[in-house]
């Protein structure tokens, strides 16, 4: 933001203006909280799809040993006769 401050060093004849530009921070709160909030999604991002790896590798597994199971049946059907 612009300050402006007009002096007066000689009232009739001549005018001085002093323009200052300051910072007020704002930008660097700015970037640390977008830094914060990239990294708490990237965390989320990676734990949601852990969980999800271990979620379908557990699906897998179960789905293995039904098969398994169904074979031990149809082995036993067989031997049955």
Do not use: C, F, Q
């Not at 530009?21 to 989320?44: P, Q, R």
């Not at 969980?51 to 039904?66: H, P």
């Amino acid at each position: 933001m612009s300050d402006y401050r007009n002096t007066d060093a000689e009232p009739a004849t001549h005018t001085t203006t002093v323009i200052e530009k300051g910072g007020s921070g704002g930008t660097v709160l700015i970037a640390i909280v977008l830094l914060l909030a990239v990294l708490i999604g990237g965390w989320y991002l990676y734990t949601t799809g852990n969980a999800k790896s271990s979620k379908d590798t557990a699906i897998a597994g179960a789905a293995d040993s039904v098969s398994h199971a169904a074979d031990k049946v149809g082995s036993a059907a067989d031997n049955s006769h």
